[in-house]
């Protein structure tokens, strides 16, 4: 029966998943080709301002960029002519598209291969020492990944500029701006793939202990085989479950490094797409989101490729036991790491709500932390532990909102990969910004809009994995024995299914908590989100970003909350499950 | 292992590959830490946006590298100076004739009144029209090899000014593309010629020996266009560059004293109020708003002490201001907070600002402490400029923290009083209309003696002062990372000059 249900599939997945990938491609590019339509905000204007900053808007310049652009013409005669082909001028330089999007593509694809290799290394770094246990089978206690908490909740933006600072200016080891040669690769890389690195290695590190308790793992052992072998072979077996979360993780930062490219003056495509958004330049826009698209369909084909490679016929032929938790213990300090850091954010809370947070000294300017003000004071004198306080509570909740909507919907979307697979492939590569422009477009400022625009992107990484996951699960020898006894969908879902997905999802939802936080406070410059001057914490990080060197403890305060926040969650959850877990086996 | 070793070999192998993929620069790339062989390293702020073209934002390029020059230039007092033009005379109201003298442009051809009359019909006819243009007809004829006639349809007394905007430097035929594209590389006729452009991201110029004014003392220039302050502050304090321009006031104290040059800037960072708006049409509550607002406490806070409190519209930057200044009187008596309160009648005060200049947010945080101790209730909306211009032209804020250039491309000061305050100006986002203004800046438009255009000038700044549609908050200072071992770089207050003849490394 397994053979019989193998094959057929495949080909109608294929056909179907190409045409979800053209559809959904086709709409993203539709609805950026409205942009200036649909945000009301008149298109001449943005790009008279983007050519000339001093110009004065008269009627007759504007009317005459509105005839230059063929503005008039609406939005359907420009899409069909930038369909047929031609990828036109820039509206504002009225250079041709293709050299300038291919050059920035170009160096942002080699930007993303240097992430690459540090988002490898430092994964094969944080999974080294449960691998080299786990393959010696002395694998005793969980590890709930703290160190990968910690290091995937800093702010890419902030590590740029203190590498900037400390190995660009202080020490000089590489040169801090630029893009001329590998030596200028070497910061932005690890900048950009430190915290994703840390993802990965932290989702690798959670899969990886239930490989080396099966029962091959056991026989190899038994038998003497090197642990090599076995660590070799639990590699294989848990990263196909992982590689779908290099596309929104690594290959995303293509188009999605906008903060770090500026800090190096790199001439990527994130820049370049969110220059022509803000100026409403359509046709550089329209290619870039183009160049965006094909990449992630590319990359979600090679992944799908790579997942294959490596399970092979036993996924074909429904061979695939389901990988499951073994019953570690987690380390008895966890629960100490857990309590503190919660104790540690309820002080921030209550000591910081019964402080002003918006009371401004410009005499008590960037004052180190002290008796009087714990933790410094910002820019403006204002009291920083006070606005960590206020925004504690708002921050955190918007953000667990944000994500819990997100991982939902990927979930619920993971469980129709026929479906969703191009959507996700499609919107995975998506900066947050271009979903935070069309959202403004519709709705104006407003205080949800950072919100819904994050969750309109971020359900991809929930997606892919529950797909990838629910795939080897489904091909499972226990689940065609469960639906040879007669279960029905909703059994297997509820008892199978289901249970093998939502601990690998949480842990992804919680390892991306911070990244939320920050890209949520990124929207801002849109009007979307709470306006200054709510204390809010990925905005106190960036309204302090400037004075790192000058105060560093305007962005350690946030910077530490964050971490501290992440690892509660992290900590936290797994003391949470382990508990739970041991009293329903009690 | 196996997989990741086969990542690892993948990128590492296709690196090579991509390698190619850098901002190339065949000689940059090699020579990055010389600066030995008399070459000046430039990190500017604005990247080019239309390839240098003089009919956009890059045109101030051109006069900050010495590529391209007009026919006048303005003078330190802000007067016009000789330039291509070595004399000129006003034969009428509408009539001047400007003789040129012996120079050639950068591709060896001669800067002839053909050129020049070229030069000018082009921009009279780009598409979209520079800005010095917009409120004069310009038509230039050649009366002979070096002489060139300008007439203007109405009385115009600031033409030798409007002429050194660097929109109407004049180029070598050679850059007026039939499309209408402009491109100065190797067509000015300054010492510099730009020699490369490569992108948004670097440009090579070298020195043009054929210069009529004599050889320049820096071999060239290797320019790099760095938006992002503190990476321009970084580039210098690493020594990539030599002259880095704009230091953010959070980064200039990082900068050594020796390094940091501050230089009065022509920038007015001002609370304008909406006098269309239901809030601020009650002159009261302006005046209430007049009392409280102090834009001294910026200064040494927000701005870093790179900033001069407000003396009227115009700062230090314009020289003859103090000399000039009128007296405002006749202004409304402010509400107490009391009255504010119940004038306001739990009415908003929606408080606008922009995020591309960083300092004013921030100002915008200490504005609205301010303003709420004098009885306001307030809600700031902060966003990207071209997020919300159209909103502001349209008048939907209650107050606006904005900073602006006082003297614009021409160099005289009406043309922004003009704009910014008449009742038919384009850029009136305080809505004023007050007859009183209109006519003391038309008495000013329509002065041709230079000190008593002046003198109006400053009557019609107190006029609008008198309204109270405009508070003064801070005179903006330019920081300029230069360093230490490079001389004669120029402060400019109106940024159009940085590197001429005499600048170059000791």
Known sequence: MTVTHSNAPARPFRWRAG??????????????????????????????????????????????????LGLDEGPVAHLVRWLGGDAGASWVSGEAVLPQVTAALSVSLTLMLGALVVTLLVAALLCARTVFLGSRRRLGRDRAGTAAAVLAALP????????????????????????????????????????????????LGQSLPAAFHEPWAQTAYASGMPPSYTARNALRRTLPGVLPQFLPTVVALVGGAVAVEKIFNIPGLGRLALDAAVAQDLPVLQTSTLA??????????????????????????????????????????????????????????TAGLLRDPLHVDTAARLLPPSVAHPLGTDSLGRDLLARLGHGALRTAGVAFAVTAVSAVAGLLLGLVPRASAGLTEVVATLPAVLAGL???????????????????????????????????????????????????????????????????????????????????????????????????????????????????WTVLGPAGALVVLAVLAVSGSTVLANSASRRTGE | MRTPSRGLIAALALTPLLAGCFAQSEDGGTDAGAGTNGRLRIALAVPPVQALSPYSNDATVLSKLSVAEGLTALSKDGTAEPALAESWTRKNDTTWTFELRKATFQDGTDVTAESVVNALEKADAAETKPRVLSDVTLTAKAEDADTVTLTTKSADPVLPLRLASPALA??????????????????????????????????????????WGGRAKAAGIDVTWIADGTARANALRGGDVDVAEWIPTAQAKLLGQDTRHEVPSVRTDSLILNTGSSLFTDEALRAAARETVDGSALVDSVFGGYADPAQGLFGPAVSWAADDRVEVTGRAAAATAAQVKTKT???????????????????????????????????????EYTQMEADLLAGKYDALVFSRVTLLDTGDAVAYLASDYMSDGVYNIAGLKDPAVDKAVKAAASEGDTEERRKKIMRAEAEILRTDAVLPLVHEQAVQGIATDVEGVILDPLERSLVDLDTRLK
């Open chain 1, 438 to 552: 069309l959202v403004a477009g519709v709705t104006g400022p407003s205080v949800w809009g950072a919100a819904g625009a994050v969750c309109l992107v971020g359900w991809t990484p929930y997606a892919a994995q529950t797909a990838a996951l629910l795939e080897q699960e489904r091909a499972g020898g226990h689940v065609a024995a469960a639906v040879s006894l007669g279960a029905g969908r909703a059994h297997l879902l509820r008892r199978h299914l289901l249970p093998a997905v939502v601990p690998a999802l949480l842990r992804n939802a919680l390892l991306r908590l911070p990244t939320t936080v920050l890209v949520l406070a990124s929207l801002g410059f849109l009007g979307l989100g709470e306006q200054p001057p709510t204390p809010e914490w990925g905005r106190l990080l960036s309204e302090n970003q400037p004075y790192v060197e000058l105060a560093p």
């Open chain 1, 292 to 349: 965006l698209v094909l990449l992630g369909v590319a990359a979600g084909v090679l992944v799908r490729a790579l997942r294959h490679g490596l399970l092979g016929r036993p996924l074909r032929d429904g061979a695939l036991p389901g990988l499951h938790q073994p019953e570690l213990a987690p380390r008895r300090s966890l629960r100490w790491v857990a309590g503190a850091c919660a104790l540690a954010l309820l002080a921030l809370g």
């Open chain 2, 345 to 383: 009648k739990g009415r908003t005060l929606r408080l606008a600002t922009y995020t591309n200049r960083t300092e004013l947010p921030e100002a915008a945080s200490v504005l609205q402490q301010q303003l709420e101790k004098a009885g306001f209730t307030v809600k700031q909306d902060v966003r």
């Open chain 1, 19 to 68: 045409a979800g990938r053209v559809l959904a491609g086709a709409a993203l590019l539709t609805a950026v080709g409205v942009l200036p339509w649909l945000s009301g905000a008149d298109p001449a204007l943005t790009v008279l301002r983007a050519r000339s900053a001093d110009q004065d808007p008269t009627p007759e310049q504007l009317v005459a960029v509105r005839e230059q």
């Open chain 1, 156 to 203: 890419k933006f902030l590590l740029a500029s203190l590498l900037a600072t400390v190995c660009g200016v202080w020490w000089g080891w590489f040169p801090s701006s630029g893009w001329e040669g590998p030596q200028w690769m070497v910061l932005p890389s690890l900048a950009l793939g430190i915290p994703s690195g840390a993802m990965i290695g932290g989702l």
């Open chain 2, 170 to 211: 004049i180029l070598a035929a050679k850059a007026y593309a039939a499309n209408g594209t402009v491109s100065p590389v190797g067509a000015g006729s300054g010492p510099f010629e730009i020699t490369r452009l490569n992108g948004k991201t670097k440009a090579t110029l070298n020195r043009f020996d054929g210069y």
